[in-house]
């Protein structure tokens, strides 16, 4: 069976595990939460993206059960054929009210959002630009459009402008994530916004990890900014939402199109009715719930305050992504084992996922943390350190 081509595989296994990046899985065996159980290990977690402390929460958990009970486990077909159901609606509205925002598409996820938005919004003989830490799945959707593929670096808007300046035909959209997933740092988006609007493209932002986080009522790092600003605005439901899924919200023109040719959205089953209802309960929360935000930014002030004075090399983030940079994958490997060995879970973040020699260990934080779970945190940090060298 296909021998040269097994062996090539084999081979590229053999060489990510010399090269210490070769990936494995984890086994869970509690709900998501801040207390994980592991391979029979007990293990204080700060490596979700459930950033609010939603994905077991007993009202949603609750509600995802009730509409099991209405609408059964399967929606049985794609939203366009008989498999988008009243509960579906109902989310996407209260989603758009909440945001301020024309219409909102519910998608199952956001990696297939952000395909399938960017390939239906682009064609041949547009240009197409995004900064260079982006998200991989704007990156693929960006690989996969028929408009022509530029990256700018990471938050440098004058190169964004030398670049859109150089467009002669074809329209421009410029897609930026709103906080940067492997970074922690927040787009310069007053800067965003005023460029495409100069240059007339069209501003795709990516709130993924600011949505429910950041900003009044947990709106995110766009909260503030006009749909004529952010004419695209993308985020996910499974990091601080707790649940599943993904959603596009802008003008009735753009979700029009989406429906007729985001080709990852037309031809996918509908996720289930329920999904829907649990989601339906997390906005609430996340809209009531500002403790939860509160709680947050302070966990975040108690680590960084305490990190500095550790002298742990902090990258400049606000958000509950708190990278430490460490830089080579095996040295991020060594401290992820040494932080496992006692008792705490964070994970090493490695190329591709990241630039070369910018491995780091990836910490987050969840508005289930304590002050002492995080002080925990950091002591274990200054025992490695102090070892590490
Ligand atoms: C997680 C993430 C996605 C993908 O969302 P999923 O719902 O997990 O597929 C897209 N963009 C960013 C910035 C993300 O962090």
Known sequence: MAERLMARLQLQLAEKHARNLYRQ????DSPQQVDLSSEGKQLLSFCSNDYL?????????????????????????????SGHTAAHHALEEELAAWL??????????????????????????D????????????????????????????????M?????????????????????????????LTQLTACC????????????????????????????????????????????FGVFGAFVAGSETLIETLIQDARSWVYTTAPPAAMAEALR????????????????RQLISRFRHGAGQLGLPLMPSETPIQPLLV???????????ALEARGILVSAIRPPTVPWQSARLRITFSALHTDAQVDQLLDALDQIQRQDH
């Open 25 to 28: 899985r984890r086994i869970i």
């Open 53 to 81: 402390g939603l994905a077991n929460h007993p009202d949603i958990t609750r509600a995802m059960k009730r509409g099991i009970n209405h609408w059964g486990v399967g929606s049985g077909a794609a939203h366009l054929i």
């Open 100 to 125: 301020g925002r024309q219409r909102v598409l519910l998608f199952s996820s956001g990696y297939m959002a952000n395909i399938g938005a960017i390939t239906a919004l682009t064609a041949r003989g």
């Open 127 to 158: 240009q197409l630009f995004e900064d260079r830490l982006n998200h991989a799945s704007l990156i693929d959707g960006g690989l996969a459009s028929a408009a022509a593929f530029h990256r700018y670096h990471h938050a440098d808007i004058n």
């Open 160 to 188: 964004l402008e030398q670049q859109l300046g150089t467009v002669s035909k074809g329209c421009s959209m410029v897609i930026s994530d709103g906080v940067f997933s492997m970074d922690g740092d927040i787009a310069p």
């Open 197 to 240: 609007e100069g240059h007339d493209a069209l501003l795709m932002i990516d709130d993924a990890h600011g949505i429910g986080v950041l900003g009044e009522q947990g709106r995110g790092c766009t909260d503030g900014y006009t749909q004529q600003q952010v004419p695209v605005l993308m985020a996910t439901l499974g990091k601080a």
């Open 281 to 296: 309960e997390a906005l609430k929360i996340v809209i009531s719930d500002a403790w939860r935000r509160a709680h947050l």
């Open 327 to 337: 830089g080579e994958a095996d040295r991020a490997l060594r401290w992820s084992h």
